[in-house]
């Protein structure tokens, strides 16, 4: 497959990643890149910003898909090439007859971002493997970016992959089942079971729709007006066999994960239950419960900062203007601090 235009505009490409097949017809993934722009100056000189040896990996959350451009923004100014990948039975990469992002194991992403980064390493110098043993690295250095859902199968993947990326930067990563630690360890057993005998079993859920409107009500002039056929208003079903997955994650994560890299979790400083519509769920979290992130936050790895971001949203990117501003300035100082050791 090759690079074709986007739907977001001449700033982006895509590019469909093939994966096989499962009971639903033909799996893919695709991969949506933004470059960096370079002046002329820059191009005979040489391009001295502070990024420009990484790359950006970002993978969505649940019900949702790729579509801040203001994020790919940041990451290319400072010289990245910036790359978001719409996993399987998401946004686009959602075909028709297929169940809206259901896997049964959160694993079966490996090969969604295997793809990916076979992309993203397409005319990189690659190492010798007989080099230092087999572990030497490709020349450039690769961030990953998880929201949501996202963040948590990032962190499950960085974990079975060791070595294989350098920094990892969660926004609002879901770590921890909502009701706590507790009710998660008395419902996966449950949950197990309807996994296994109807795992295309609808849980109970209830949404409101009020975390869609939040981010309407905060939105900025050009961000993107997402497409509700891809990121529907009110959550996609839940499933049983996605939701024992995702327990089975949380659970994972509880037990600790060794990270071997820095990790910079992103947080609003509050959670708000979205029963009725307020003011205040434009200033909180409506979607996790951020301190039990937090602290389940410290069991990636031995270098994990947290930063709590007072006003956020669930996605502190699509945060009203003074909370999504302090949410990019925390994220460059500390992408600042990590470009800087090697």
Request: with cysteine.
């Amino acid at each position: 497959m090759e690079w074709v235009p986007d739907v977001l505009g001449e700033e982006f490409t895509q590019r469909t990643l093939p994966l096989g097949a499962d009971d639903e017809g033909p799996l893919v993934a695709t991969l949506v890149r933004a470059l960096p722009r370079r002046t002329w100056w820059q191009r005979i000189a040489g391009d001295r910003r502070e990024l420009t040896d990484v790359d950006v990996l970002y993978v969505h959350g649940w019900s949702d898909y790729f579509f801040q451009k203001p994020l790919a923004r940041f990451f290319t100014a400072r010289g990245a090439r910036f790359f978001a990948l719409d996993l399987r039975k998401y946004g686009r990469s959602l075909r028709p007859g297929q169940t809206p992002g259901y896997v049964s194991d959160l694993a079966e992403y490996d090969a969604d971002i295997a793809a990916a980064l076979a992309v993203i390493r397409e005319g990189v110098p690659q190492p010798d493997p007989d080099a230092d043993g087999g572990t030497a690295r490709p020349g450039r250095r690769l961030l990953l970016l998880g929201h949501s859902t996202g963040g948590l199968v990032l962190s499950l993947w960085a974990s079975r992959h060791p070595g294989e990326a350098d920094a990892l930067v969660l926004n609002s990563p879901w770590l921890e089942f909502q009701l706590s630690r507790f009710t998660r360890e008395a419902v996966l057993p449950l949950v197990g079971l309807h996994a296994r005998y109807r795992p295309l079993e609808r849980a109970p859920q209830v949404d409101l729709g009020f975390y869609s409107r939040a981010q309407r009500e905060v939105a900025e002039p050009d961000d993107e007006t997402p497409n509700p056929e891809w990121r529907p208003a009110q959550t996609m079903a839940v499933h049983s066999g996605w939701l024992h997955a995702v327990l089975a994650g949380h659970a994972a994560v509880a037990k600790g994960l060794d990270i071997g890299m820095p990790v910079c979790v992103l947080l609003s400083t509050r959670t708000a239950v979205p029963t009725s519509w307020s003011d205040a769920l434009t200033r909180a979290d409506t979607v996790l419960v951020v301190d039990d992130i937090a602290r389940a936050a410290l069991k990636l790895g031995a270098s994990v900062t947290v930063e709590r971001i007072e006003g956020a949203l669930h996605d502190v990117f699509l945060s009203r203007h003074e909370a999504r501003q302090d949410a990019y300035d925390r994220l460059g100082r500390w992408v600042t601090g990590w470009a800087v050791v090697r």
